[in-house]
C-alpha cells in the first residue's frame, strides 16, 4: 500500500469514528460535554460527591444563568457555593455576576399565599425589580441551601422576619435600613464627611397602607438622612469594597422632596475600580459607577430644560380648564386637563457595608 492509500485509509477511519461518536450522542441523549475530560477540579468533585450530586450536573449549572434555575437547582447550588466559596464578598459577587441578563420586572415583591392584599410571590427567580435583585442576591450568598435562602429572604424583606403587607419594609430610610441593621451598616456618613447633604422626610403610613383599605392608626412620623451628592463622588470613589449597598437618591427641587429610589451593588474589578451592579430595565446589568454618575448628572440637564417647558405648559393648562369652569356648556363637552408631572432629579448616593457576621447578628 502506497503512502497516499495510507493517508487515504487514516482519513476515512476518523470520519467514520466521528459519525459513530455522533450516532451514540443522538441515542443516548447525552451531550458533548458528558464525553469530554472532567472540567471540576478536585475540590469541587469532592462537594459533589459530599452533597450527593452528578459532576456533570454541578458542571451544568454553573455554565447556566441563575434566573434559569428551579427551586431544586437553587438548592443544589446554594449547598455547592456555601461549600466551595467560603467569604461572603465573593458569593455576593459571584453570585450577582451569575444574574446579569435577568429580565426587568417592577413591584415583584407581594405576601401571596400569605395574605392578599398584594397578590405578588414572596419570591421570584426568573424576574426582578432593583430591590428584588438586592434581596435576593444577599439572601443567597448568606444561605446554605434553599430553606435558609427562604427564611433569610424574608427576614431581609419584613420586619423580624414577620410575613405581612404591614411590616414589609417599604421605605428605604424608614425601614429597609433600620430593620437590616443585622445585615448592614450605613458608611454614608464616614465616606462623606463634610461633603454629605441632610434631608428630612415625613412619613403618613396611614394614608399609604389606606391603599388597600388596611386601617392600621400608625402614627405619622419623620427622619433626617443623608447622602452624598454625586458631583462629590469622584472624591470617594476609591473607598469601597464588593458587596456594599448602593441606595441613589432622587427627587424634585424643594429641599425636603428627597428619596431613595433605586437599589444596587458594588462589585469591584481586580483593579479596585468599582462597578455598579443593578436591576434596571431592560435586565440586570453592571456599569462603572462613575459612568453612571455621570450619565446622571447629564440627564439632569436635560431634565431642567424639560421641566421650564412642563411649568410653561402646565399654566397653558392652568388657564385652559378656569375656562371651562365658566363655560356652562364647554365644561360638559370638553373635559379638563390633567398636569404634567415634572421629571425627578438625581441627587446623590447613599451607602451601606455588609456587617462581618450578619447571621450571628441575628443570634445575638
Not at 458528558?34 to 459533589?48: C, F, M, S
Not at 446622571?296 to 369652569?325: C, F, H, T
Request: glycine share 4%; with cysteine; net charge positive.
Amino acid at each position: 500500500m502506497n503512502k497516499k492509500s495510507k493517508l487515504q485509509k487514516k482519513t476515512n477511519t476518523k470520519i467514520i469514528s466521528f459519525v459513530l461518536l455522533l450516532i451514540y450522542i443522538i441515542i443516548t441523549g447525552c451531550s458533548t460535554h458528558e464525553l469530554t475530560k472532567n472540567t471540576l477540579n478536585t475540590r469541587e468533585q469532592n462537594i459533589a460527591d459530599s452533597i450527593e450530586i452528578s459532576y456533570n450536573k454541578l458542571q451544568k449549572l454553573k455554565r447556566r444563568k441563575l434566573y434559569t434555575f428551579s427551586e431544586k437547582e437553587v438548592d443544589i447550588y446554594l449547598r455547592y457555593l456555601s461549600k466551595y466559596q467560603p467569604n461572603l464578598h465573593s458569593r455576593v459577587k459571584h453570585l450577582g455576576l451569575k444574574n446579569i441578563g435577568q429580565p426587568y420586572e417592577l413591584y415583584l415583591l407581594g405576601e401571596f399565599p400569605y395574605s392578599i392584599y398584594d397578590t405578588q410571590p414572596l419570591y421570584c427567580l426568573e424576574k426582578s425589580d432593583c430591590v428584588v435583585f438586592v434581596e435576593h442576591t444577599l439572601a443567597m450568598a448568606l444561605a446554605h441551601d434553599w430553606n435558609s435562602f427562604f427564611k433569610i429572604l424574608q427576614r431581609i424583606r419584613y420586619k423580624n422576619g414577620n410575613i405581612s403587607l404591614v411590616t414589609r419594609n417599604h421605605y428605604a430610610n424608614m425601614d429597609w435600613n433600620p430593620n437590616n441593621a443585622w445585615l448592614v451598616t450605613d458608611i454614608t456618613d464616614s465616606l462623606g464627611g463634610m461633603s454629605i447633604k441632610t434631608n428630612k422626610t415625613i412619613y403618613n403610613k396611614k394614608r399609604f397602607f389606606n391603599k388597600w383599605n388596611l386601617d392600621t392608626n400608625i402614627l405619622v412620623d419623620s427622619i433626617a438622612w443623608s447622602y452624598i451628592p454625586a458631583k462629590k463622588m469622584d472624591s470617594i470613589k476609591n473607598s469601597f469594597q464588593t458587596g456594599d449597598l448602593v441606595q441613589i437618591v432622587r427627587g424634585r427641587e424643594k429641599d425636603n422632596g428627597k428619596w431613595v429610589g433605586h437599589f444596587g451593588m458594588i462589585i469591584l474589578d481586580k483593579n479596585g475600580k468599582p462597578y455598579l451592579l443593578h436591576s434596571t430595565p431592560p435586565k440586570v446589568k453592571i456599569q462603572p459607577l462613575m459612568n453612571y454618575v455621570n450619565n446622571g448628572l447629564q440627564s439632569n440637564i436635560k431634565k431642567r430644560e424639560r421641566n421650564a417647558k412642563i411649568v410653561k405648559e402646565n399654566k397653558k393648562i392652568l388657564k385652559y380648564n378656569d375656562k371651562l369652569k365658566n363655560s356652562i356648556i364647554r365644561k360638559h363637552i370638553f373635559k379638563p386637563k390633567k398636569k404634567q408631572r415634572k421629571k425627578t432629579y438625581f441627587y446623590g448616593l447613599k451607602f451601606l457595608r455588609l456587617n462581618t457576621d450578619p447571621l450571628q447578628n441575628l443570634k445575638k
